[in-house]
């Protein structure tokens, strides 16, 4: 007889926790912290992940940080004040993908002497201030794109990780739209 595929009904049955062997679970390999045998990504490939975007991240936050003192002209003072702003969330995200890299057994890889080589954006720092609005539009569209992809690859495997690549991608979609707006104006 054919096996019955899985029904409505049957996903409806009682929840049932088997919380002795939870207990047990969580008393082996404890040097783990966070990541017990349920965590079903490739932790490396995450890691990786992790601290390319980690890389990224500090790549912004360097560039926003230089265009933020190097803004001048007519109505510079909002693109520079938005610019130190992106900065500060860019360290948040910087800070966040660190701690999640430690939760996961990693450590963060902040090495200036690979960090371009590691990051998806570019670091450039424009000659005038409608060059620096341009390059972080660019920079916010690749990091995007990035995030959209690890956020795909992760899926269902590590929620925690993929929740936080979701938040993060949130607020660079934000900064492409106040970089876009600037674009807009001028």
Avoid: W
Avoid at 68 to 85: D, S, T
């Amino acid at each position: 007889m054919e096996q019955a595929t899985r029904t409505p009904k049957q996903a409806s049955r009682p929840f049932d926790m088997d919380v002795k062997a939870i207990r047990a679970k969580a008393r082996k390999d404890i040097e783990s912290g966070a990541v017990t045998d349920t965590y079903r990504a490739d932790r490396q490939t995450v890691l990786k992940l992790l601290n390319e975007a980690l890389a990224t991240e500090i790549v912004c936050v360097l560039r926003y940080k230089r265009h933020y003192f190097m803004a001048r002209g007519l109505n510079a003072e909002p693109v520079a004040a938005e610019f130190a702003e992106h900065a500060t969330q860019e360290q948040d995200h910087a800070d966040r993908l660190s701690e999640r890299i430690v939760q996961l057994g990693g450590e963060p890889d902040l090495s200036p002497k690979t960090l371009l080589e590691r990051s998806h954006s570019e670091y450039v720092e424009g000659s005038s201030l409608m060059d620096m609005i341009k390059e972080n539009l660019i920079a916010e569209r690749i990091a995007i794109d990035s995030y959209r992809q690890m956020i795909e690859y992760i899926g269902e495997q590590d929620t925690t990780t993929r929740r936080l690549l979701e938040e993060i991608l949130a607020v660079e979609e934000e900064h492409a739209d106040d970089m876009s707006d600037f674009l807009a104006k001028r």
